[in-house]
């Protein structure tokens, strides 16, 4: 009883300290809203912000002066240190996703108007002339320095927001703060844990009402990150174009999948995944979780079947109202 009391108290101890302060930040950065609430001082609070703020400056595709416009303007550009690191995180993502994830879609990109919202559905010429030039292996990282082979343009939005969830992590880490919880567009970094002890629980936007989540993961040192097709589209003649190109037919990626949901310890790794387990779908995306048990994902398909790898199953409640069908991936 004596030893029960004792840990009961050093708990109270310890889940008092650092929980004092909370500072909050909500702003619009990468295109997106964003909201921090951290558990320290509200000078680290600025500081995340305006790390992601300048990380925003450096990956725009959109702007001409960050580093990817003048890159995607000349093919050739001097890297800052942050810049070589995301890209160099990127290409291995799109190694080993074989693709899904290519981060030199942006010509498929612009071509299908997501980029000017003039959408459009470009001629099979069009596109076969852009897919010509849609292949990461044809980026080069050397010496701080990056090069694009020629018709090229790089895009860093399917990662960015994950790679300024890790660098805010890694903030907090060096100010000591040791618990929060980052939205960042909908890529959440549930940093410790609440005062009370437990876990955080992010919720999983609803497709069809994005103000409301069918669930939530319960979850604790992990970023969560999601991908849906209800994000950014367009309609045209009762079909749906979503913003996630597939970079083998050069359309938007059309397989039955409406959003993914993925849970890891990295930042970059669950935003590059959540695309591009959306582009290789539920088969694909079964085997490679198979092949990579170091992330966990939650797979809504069309017919509101819901795809759960064994531990997002642990982490995943559903809320009330919901009725999909759910389907447990085991290893
Ligand atoms: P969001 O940014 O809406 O949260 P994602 O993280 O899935 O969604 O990133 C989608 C963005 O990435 C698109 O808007 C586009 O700029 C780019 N993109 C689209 N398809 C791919 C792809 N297959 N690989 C890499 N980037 C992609
Ligand atoms: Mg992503």
């Known amino acids: 009883m004596k030893k029960v009391i004792c840990i009961l108290f050093c708990l109270m101890l310890f889940s008092g300290c650092g929980y004092s302060n909370v500072a909050s930040e909500s702003f619009e950065s990468m295109d997106t809203f964003m909201k921090i609430d951290i558990y320290g001082s509200a000078d680290t609070a600025a500081e995340i912000r305006a790390e992601i703020e300048n990380l925003d400056s450096l990956l725009s595709a959109q702007d001409d002066s960050s580093e990817i416009g003048r890159l995607n303007k000349i093919g050739s550009a001097e890297f800052s240190e942050d810049t070589a690191d995301l890209l160099s995180q990127a ?11 290519d981060i030199s879609v942006y010509p498929l990109v612009e071509a299908w ?6 959408y459009r559905i470009p001629g099979e010429s069009e596109i076969d002339d852009l897919l010509k030039n849609t292949d990461y292996r044809k980026i080069t990282l050397s010496g701080g320095r990056a090069y694009l082979g ?34 960042l567009g ?37 970023v969560v990150a999601t991908s849906g097709s209800y994000e950014r589209y367009f309609e045209q003649d009762g079909k749906r174009y979503c913003h996630i190109i597939d970079p083998k037919t050069g359309c938007p990626t059309d397989n039955g999948t409406v959003s993914v949901t993925v849970i890891s ?13 959306f582009v290789m779908g539920i088969d694909g995306a079964k085997e490679y979780w198979r ?24 982490a995943f409640r559903m809320n009330k109202d919901y009725e999909y069908n759910m389907k447990v991936i085991k290893a």
């Not at 959440?188 to 876990?199: D, L, R, S, T």
Request: glycine share 12%.
């Open 91 to 101: 290409l291995e993502l799109c190694k080993d996703t074989d693709g899904a994830l």
């Open 113 to 118: 108007g997501f980029i000017d919202k003039n």
């Open 150 to 183: 020629s018709g090229m343009k790089l895009d860093l939005g399917a990662v960015a927001k994950g790679y300024a969830a890790d660098k805010a992590v890694e903030l907090m880490k060096q100010n000591n703060v040791r618990a929060g919880i980052l939205n």
């Open 186 to 222: 909908g890529t959440v970094a549930a940093v410790g844990e609440k005062p009370n002890g437990e876990k955080w629980r992010v919720g999983i936007c609803d497709p069809e009402n994005t103000a409301a989540y069918f669930g939530s993961v319960s979850v604790s040192g992990k």
């Open 265 to 277: 310890d990295s930042g970059t790794k669950s935003d590059a995944l959540s695309t591009a387990l």
């Open 291 to 314: 092949s990579h048990t170091d992330f966990e994902f939650i797979l809504l398909d069309e017919e509101n079947t819901l795809w759960l790898t064994e531990g997002a199953e642990a």
